[in-house]
């Protein structure tokens, strides 16, 4: 994908369509999950700079978030609600038929004029799956199916006969009518960070999620990834999870981090890390998302603090233009105060992110100066 480099860095939001905020945390979050909130939020995130939205996938209670809005139907209304956003929707193989999703999701596009997307992910809440009465497979066979969901839904996306014959799936002279009308396909979005997941990106997702993650380990990840997708000649973007707190002064950012993690709801982190040794850590490896993280970093649910997008907003731009530097297309944010913050962000933080990014073009652009000796 020669160039992408050098695009802008694209920004996306978590849409806050659980209960509890993106934070387990009892600090005072001034984020509501219901709609009305969520509509207003997604004109102003569509008019502050973000050019995506993605709405989590979650069906029944977890830890510290009691309600949910069911993601493919909220992220429709949020369509309907903004003009540009492109709306990200959760889902989990194993609890949709591909044909099914594929079908819901080319309407929304159509209706949306080509702003629908999915988020694959392959899931760590066996309850879920167990409780609905559903088998929970291990870890690698989940990858496994989501390889063949994905494959599926291009194949519908794609062809007027689609054929697929896999383990899981099997689809016989199908046509979906109408098809998207983004192209070649709605874009397919991937969670999860093991190396099941790593090989699945470099092989059929068009971006890869990696949760919050230091510099070097977002580096180790998008080389990885990169390795895999050159060895099968697939292009692949990448987007990084962070928690943003921007305030005038560094003091006053950190001093917000440190009560979100004082004021912890421990059972629930606690309960949390128990139920996400489902994940990569399961596996023989141990490699993946929660694999390694402390209390503090799963008092945010994707180690969104590790990324450091914690200060003022000069700071959080060096951040962000460094983690571009290593490979990031998109940063995907989740906030306190979402209707505060994300204006925040578009009027203080994106502004110096972009003369930055412009800084970086430039100084790309123009040699180098001899440096000579000191007059
Ligand atoms: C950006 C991002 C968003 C995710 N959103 C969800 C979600 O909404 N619901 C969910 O059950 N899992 C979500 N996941 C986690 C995936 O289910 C993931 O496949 C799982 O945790 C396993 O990760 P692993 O490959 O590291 O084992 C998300 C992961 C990432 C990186």
Do not use: C
């Not at 690698?140 to 899981?168: C, Q």
Request: aromatic share 12%; glycine share 10%; charged share 25%.
């Amino acid at each position: 994908m020669p160039g992408i480099e050098s695009e802008p860095l694209k920004f996306a939001y978590w849409v806050p369509n659980v209960s509890g905020g993106l934070v387990t945390s009892d600090i005072e979050q001034r984020t509501d999950w219901g709609y009305e909130y969520n509509r207003d939020l997604a004109v102003l995130a569509e008019n502050s700079g973000f050019e995506y939205a993605l709405s989590q996938v979650r069906y029944t209670a977890s830890y510290g978030a009691a309600y949910q809005h069911e993601s493919t139907g909220f992220s429709l209304a949020l369509l309907l609600a903004t003009q540009r956003l492109k709306v990200i929707a959760a889902i989990h193989p194993g609890l949709w038929h591909p044909g099914v999703l594929a079908k819901f999701i080319a309407s929304a596009d159509v209706i949306s004029g080509g702003r629908a997307a999915v988020n694959v992910v392959s899931g760590w809440f066996k309850d879920e799956f167990t409780n609905l009465g559903e088998p929970w497979l291990e870890h690698d066979e989940r990858y496994r199916r989501s390889e063949e969901f994905i494959r599926v839904l291009k194949e519908l996306w794609t062809n007027d006969h689609a054929e697929f014959a896999g383990d899981f799936y099997r689809i016989h002279d199908f046509d979906i009518k109408p098809k998207p009308v983004g192209r070649p396909h709605p874009e397919i979005f991937q969670g999860g960070n093991s190396t099941a997941a790593r090989k699945l990106a470099g092989r059929v997702s068009d971006w890869y999620f990696s949760n919050g993650k230091d510099f070097d380990g977002f580096s180790e990840q998008v080389e990885e990834v990169r390795g895999y997708a050159a060895a099968n000649d697939h292009a692949v973007r990448f987007g990084l999870n962070g928690f943003l707190i921007a305030r005038e002064t560094e003091s006053e950012a950190k001093a917000v981090l440190r009560e979100i993690v004082e004021k912890a709801n421990t059972d629930a982190v606690e309960g949390f890390r128990n139920a996400v040794k489902q994940a990569g850590g399961s596996t023989s490896d141990k490699k993946g998302m929660w694999a390694d993280s402390e209390f503090k970093d799963l008092v945010q649910y994707n180690d969104g603090f590790r990324t450091g997008l914690i200060g003022t907003p000069e700071q959080i731009a060096d951040r962000a233009v460094e983690y571009k530097k290593r490979g990031a297309n998109l940063l995907l944010l989740g906030f306190l105060h979402y209707l505060e913050d994300v204006e925040y962000f578009g009027k203080h933080v994106l502004p110096v992110i972009r003369a930055k990014e412009a800084d970086l073009e430039r100084g790309a652009a123009t040699p180098e100066p001899l440096v000579t000796s000191a007059p």
